[in-house]
């Protein structure tokens, strides 16, 4: 499997550190509110990635943190006059229900930032014993680019080209104007932890930089996050773990590009997004997460109304096609594949390894999808005669498009009708049958009525009937 790696700027093969497993390290959401669809890509595409190298065999311990002290969070907390952790407990249940909903499965372990602070601070006091680090008179204590020798080596820039760009901070005492953050002493008022440089909270990138030492080891394969965390968020990670522990920190950096709104990346500080939430209720998060698989990852993606239109038909061609085999396996009347049958089903597998090619190659899930559709069409194409059809066949046809769509999490919204009809509508849906064979007409039409009344439409087909939730 080849992956773009951000800091070599090219597709590498995949070597994990230990052969079959993989450490992967992907930084979450900041807990002050609900996700903006922006936040989601990563969150969705990673799930994805995760679920492909465990396809692939791997074992995958997948750490996504929680950022649980902010600003915003402080900020969010006062204007609602109620306490910090209130406010990020209350995200982070939301944050699951978005995720739940989304068909994002739980991370191996998801930590918060404030379950390792004695980490950050023993990391920050050895930063400072090492050289790496300063500490001003008022508490606050500052990672020293300058002594990093590599500083700039993940996002590509020089300290000099960078020094020369920043805007210089006066009054902070810096060393130079790109040191950054270990510790900020405390505000009234904030939430703290008692240091040896007095009470005060951790900066963003420490907090990182330690669950994934913590909780993954000191070196890691892969580390990912969106395209706006390289400058400064990972490369101030690479700088503080790589001088902490001597040796890389990770392996391969995968970031997702941008998700716009007319071209502008969607953000809330730029007040240019829609959350998670309201963007299910209008679309169905399914259609969200089929919206996001859809695009390369690296590529930039634009939001719309219509898109999500589009990718929610996608999906429902997808349900309809699953659908469909369903009934004609419930209705088969042969169990002996033909030769026919057989040869069909030994040709599908030129799309799972179409697939697997697109996968390997950097994640490409563009590709997957457009190789299941094509999968699909031709599926539909051998099914859609009146013919009979055997059993095997029909359920090697599901099994094929349920392999593929397994990896990247699409059928998991789809009613399962089976399940859903309870059995007064069974009981019905006979008695409609049998009045039916009697030719009693009226009665079947009342059936009907009555079924609609309950949400359940009937359609009948050469193959007997089908039935749909309304
Ligand atoms: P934040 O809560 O802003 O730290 O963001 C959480 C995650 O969402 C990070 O990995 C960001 O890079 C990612 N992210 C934020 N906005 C966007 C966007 N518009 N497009 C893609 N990823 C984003
Ligand atoms: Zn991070």
Known sequence: ????????????????????????????????????????????????????????????????????????????????????????????????????????????????????????????????????????????????????????????????????????????????????????????????????????????????????????????????????????????????????NGCTFAHYWLHNGFLSIDNKKMSKSLGNFFTVRDAAEAYGYDAIRMFMLMSHYRSPLNYSGEILVQSKAGLERLYTAVENLEFLSKHATTTELTVEEQTLLDSLTTYKTRFIEAMDDDFNTADGIAVIFEMIREINGATAAEKTLSQPFVEGCLAAIRELTDILGLLYAMPNQADDLDTQGEALIAARQEARANKNWAESDRIRDELKDMGILLEDTPQGIKWKKA
């Open 1 to 244: 499997m080849k992956l773009f790696n951000t800091q070599t700027g090219q597709k590498e093969t995949f070597t994990p550190i230990e052969p079959g497993k993989v450490k992967m390290y992907a930084c979450g959401p900041t807990v002050y509110d609900y996700i903006h669809v922006g936040n989601a890509r990563p969150v969705i595409l990673f799930d994805v990635l995760r679920r492909y190298m465990e396809w692939r065999g791997y074992d995958v311990t997948f750490v996504q943190n929680f950022t649980d002290v902010d600003d915003k969070i402080i900020n969010r907390a006062n204007e609602e006059g109620v306490s910090c952790d209130t406010i990020t407990e209350r995200f982070i249940r939301e944050y699951y229900t978005d995720a739940k909903g989304l068909g994002v499965r739980p991370a191996t372990i998801h930590p918060k930032a404030t379950e390792h602070i004695d980490g950050m601070i023993a990391a920050t006091q050895t930063l400072i014993d090492k050289g790496y680090a300063y500490a001003l008179g008022e508490g606050d204590v500052y990672y020293r680019t300058a002594a990093f020798a590599d500083y700039g080596k993940l996002s590509g820039q020089s300290l000099d080209d960078l020094k020369a760009g920043a805007r210089v901070d006066v009054d902070t005492g810096k060393e130079n104007p790109m040191d950054f953050a270990l510790w900020k002493s405390a505000k009234p008022g904030e939430p703290s932890w008692p240091s040896p440089w007095g009470e005060g909270r951790p900066g963003w990138h420490i907090e990182c930089s330690v669950m994934a030492s913590e909780l993954l080891g000191k070196t890691i394969d892969i580390h990912a996050g969106g395209q706006d965390l390289t400058f400064p968020h990972h490369e101030n990670e690479v700088a503080q773990s790589e001088a902490l």
